[in-house]
Every structure is written in structure tokens, then in C-alpha cells.
T-cell receptor
Framework: DAKTTQPPSMDCAEGRAANLPCNHS???????VYWYRQIHSQGPQYIIH???NNETNEMASLIITEDRKSSTLILPHATLRDTAVYYC????????????FGQGTTLQVKP | EAGVTQFPSHSVIEKGQTVTLRCDPI?????LYWYRRVMGKEIKFLLH????????ESGMPNNRFLAERTGGTYSTLKVQPAELEDSGVYFC????????????FGQGTRLTVV
């Protein structure tokens, strides 16, 4: 299965931008990069996804490098409610339709 | 629109008993997925339905687990007989399409086998 590498944990001050990196050097041309998060005891929540171009929605921005081997999720103004485990995932690998969750990054937003 | 609904939210059963988990996907979503997280481990894929057909069941741990989706609407996941290692949180997700789309997750069913 396709692999992503994320730092296990990060801290961010409330109101500041949170930048969460992800390495995915084995990504293939037709695989999308997805970001999900899991807030304690809830089901995973979709954040954003992209293929080549940078993407932005009401929750976050996704910056994908030109070689597509890494990406960064940006939460522009982190709040305490953004404290969660953030997962960087491939979708499209092998056309199976399943999400492969890794360990993710635990983001702690501090007052 | 209503989200993905899972029932029950919690279940405590004894080893050897049977438990059935239910998932109601978002209306119109042909794709339905089951995942689970056991204590301290990553969220793992179990299987994927497209309508009533099993598209991928490569993550099902063994034949004590049986998933069904009759009529392509709601799905059930039965564990029979339950073992201690089956304890964990079982998530269901649904999506309209298989690719380039958002998957919506339910709140999960926390299963405890004692």
C-alpha cells in the first residue's frame, strides 16, 4: 500500500497558522492526496484533497510540491477546536477506493 | 442532509457472543466502507461495498466477520463469535463516487468484548 510520512506531533498557538507536512515520495500520477482529521472520539472528517494544483476551501489550504512528493496542509488561523489527529492519505491507489490511514500527526493547539 | 448513522454507539458483550453493528449511509451514496480502530493501532480498512456488492473485502480479519448490504442501502457487520481482540471502534463511511470525492464517516460503534 502507498505510504505517507508525517511527524507524530506538532504544537501550534491559537490564532496562528498551523502547517502540517506530509511526505509521499511513492505517490503515482493518478493518486490524489487527501487530508482527514479525527477529533477525539469522533469519526474521521474530510478536510481537503488535491492532485497537482494547490487547493483551498473554507477549512484549509493544501500546497502540493511540483514533483508531488510532498504536501503541506495549512490551517490559516488555528483554534482550540482544531486539536486533532491529522491524516495525509492517498486515494486512488489500485482503484480500490479504500483509504489507508497511517499514524497521522497529533496537532495540539494551545491558548 | 443526514449524515452517516451508526448503531449502536456502544456495545459491551461477552466473549463468544454475537454482535451486529448497523450503518446507514447518506442517501444516494453507492459506496459504503467499514473501518475499525483497535486500541493503540491505526484505523484499518475492512471492506467496501458498491451498492449491494462487495467490491473489496481484503481487510476483513477472519470468517467471524460477516458484512451485508442487502438492497444497497444500510449495511450490517456481524461478529460471531466475538473475541477479546475484536474490541475497538468500528467506523462506517459512505461516498457518492469511488474516487476524487469526499468520504463521510459516522461517529463509530465502540465495541468492548469482555
Amino acid at each position: 500500500d502507498a505510504k505517507t510520512t508525517q511527524p507524530p506531533s506538532m504544537d501550534c498557538a491559537e490564532g496562528r497558522a498551523a502547517n502540517l507536512p506530509c511526505n509521499h515520495s511513492t505517490i503515482s500520477g493518478n493518486e490524489y492526496v487527501y487530508w482527514y482529521r479525527q477529533i477525539h472520539s469522533q469519526g474521521p472528517q474530510y478536510i481537503i484533497h488535491g492532485l497537482k494544483n494547490n487547493e483551498t476551501n473554507e477549512m484549509a489550504s493544501l500546497i502540493i510540491t511540483e514533483d508531488r512528493k510532498s504536501s503541506t496542509l495549512i490551517l490559516p488561523h488555528a483554534t482550540l477546536r482544531d486539536t486533532a489527529v491529522y491524516y495525509c492519505i492517498f486515494w486512488g491507489s489500485g482503484n480500490t477506493g479504500k483509504l489507508i490511514f497511517g499514524q497521522g500527526t497529533t496537532l495540539q493547539v494551545k491558548p | 442532509e443526514a449524515g452517516v448513522t451508526q448503531f449502536p454507539s456502544h456495545s459491551v458483550i461477552e466473549k463468544g457472543q454475537t454482535v451486529t453493528l448497523r450503518c446507514d449511509p447518506i442517501s444516494g451514496h453507492d459506496n459504503l466502507y467499514w473501518y475499525r480502530r483497535v486500541m493503540g493501532k491505526e484505523i484499518k480498512f475492512l471492506l467496501h461495498f458498491v451498492k449491494e456488492s462487495k467490491q473489496d473485502e481484503s481487510g476483513m480479519p477472519n470468517n467471524r466477520f460477516l458484512a451485508e448490504r442487502t438492497g444497497g442501502t444500510y449495511s450490517t457487520l456481524k461478529v460471531q463469535p466475538a473475541e477479546l481482540e475484536d474490541s475497538g471502534v468500528y467506523f462506517c463511511a459512505s461516498s457518492r463516487f469511488r474516487m476524487n470525492t469526499e468520504a463521510f464517516f459516522g461517529q463509530g460503534t465502540r465495541l468492548t468484548v469482555v
